[in-house]
């Protein structure tokens, strides 16, 4: 494994309540989430910030949809404590916890509607991220809630963004948090939090895995190992190159854990400033900036990165 720091990295904006959920729009502005201040949030490259709609709960996770809208992976809120050093973590379920839900807004109006805040029978309970594929749909993990002496099992699911359909397709899954697609939309990458894992399904058509989410002599849900880390480290969200290498927020180690579609790592990248590092989304010309949040310390940065980013279907 190659190791390097981003010296290029750029604060794009500050003060941001433990921001998330970067996306690209393609005009010189992003879209984050911030978790602790329940907003959509709009930054441009100087810095200009606006809030595009208040949320409620944890939003955690935001794409661009078919449509145009931002659907947003709502946790349904954490509690807070403040660390030493003036910056915010999450700690629990918070009194106010209500459930979680996925969520529409229309970015040029702020309205804000729930999708979906069941499967079936049961409740949505934390998801955490979500990707787009070509067909209208979107694949989605929920992690559940973690309480003092108990945790839900989590689970990954794929929906429509009509809200004509919901189901849960991989179960139970360790705490899944960053989720994905290869290039070609036939490789579905789900990262595990606590065991530092990055699983790999292969897909058969929209929302369907060619072989069942069982366990096996590999996996414990029927999937490929693409990356562990060999030492502490914690996952979080994750983007994908044009190229097809998978970047990985990597918590407690400060960076980004960039892993070979084959397998194996291809490097991983240090960011400066901040060891919790939730997620990324490519930018800028050529889609050759990464656009990092560090939500312990507040920020949005940019950095150079040696290779393009696979664009968002609704960019493209």
Not at 92 to 107: C, K, L, T
Not at 111 to 127: H, K
Not at 292 to 298: E, F, H, K, M
Request: net charge negative; hydrophobic share 35%.
């Amino acid at each position: 494994m190659s190791s390097e720091v981003a010296s290029s990295a750029r604060v794009v904006a500050d003060d941001l309540w433990f921001p998330e959920g970067p996306v690209w729009l393609g005009d010189g502005s992003l879209l984050v989430v911030e978790i602790r201040r329940q907003t959509l949030t709009r930054i441009w490259l100087d810095g200009r910030k606006e809030i595009v709609a208040h949320l409620g709960g944890g939003p955690n996770g935001a794409a661009i949809g078919p449509d145009g809208a931002c659907y947003i992976a709502n946790s349904g809120g954490f509690a807070w404590k403040q660390r030493p050093d003036g910056s915010w973590a999450s700690a629990g379920v918070p009194d106010d916890y209500a459930g979680g839900s996925i969520q529409r807004v229309d970015v040029h109006s702020g309205t804000v509607e729930v999708l979906y805040d069941r499967i079936g029978t049961q409740p949505i309970r934390g998801p955490n991220d979500l990707v787009f594929d070509a067909h209208g749909g979107f694949w989605f993990t929920d992690p559940g809630k973690a309480r003092p002496r108990d945790v839900d099992r989590g689970c990954v699911c794929y929906a429509k963004a009509d809200g004509s359909l919901i189901r849960e397709v991989i179960f139970p899954i360790n705490k899944p948090n960053g989720v994905g697609l290869s290039p070609d939309g036939k490789t579905l990458y789900v990262a595990e939090t606590d065991s530092a894992r990055l699983w790999a399904w292969d897909l058969q058509a929209p929302g369907e895995l060619a072989r069942p989410a069982t366990p096996n002599c590999d996996s414990p849900h029927g999937s490929r190992l693409v990356h562990g880390w060999p030492s502490y480290a914690r996952f979080d969200s994750l983007a994908v190159e044009a190229g097809g290498n998978i970047c990985v927020g990597t918590l407690d180690r400060g960076g980004i854990t960039v892993c070979r579609p084959d397998g194996g790592l291809e490097a991983f990248i240090a960011v400066p400033g901040d060891t919790h590092i939730t997620n990324l989304c490519f930018g800028g010309p050529g889609l050759r900036k990464a656009y990092v949040t560090q939500s312990y310390a507040g920020r949005l940065v940019e950095i150079d990165w040696p290779r393009p980013g696979l664009p968002d279907l609704a960019m493209a």
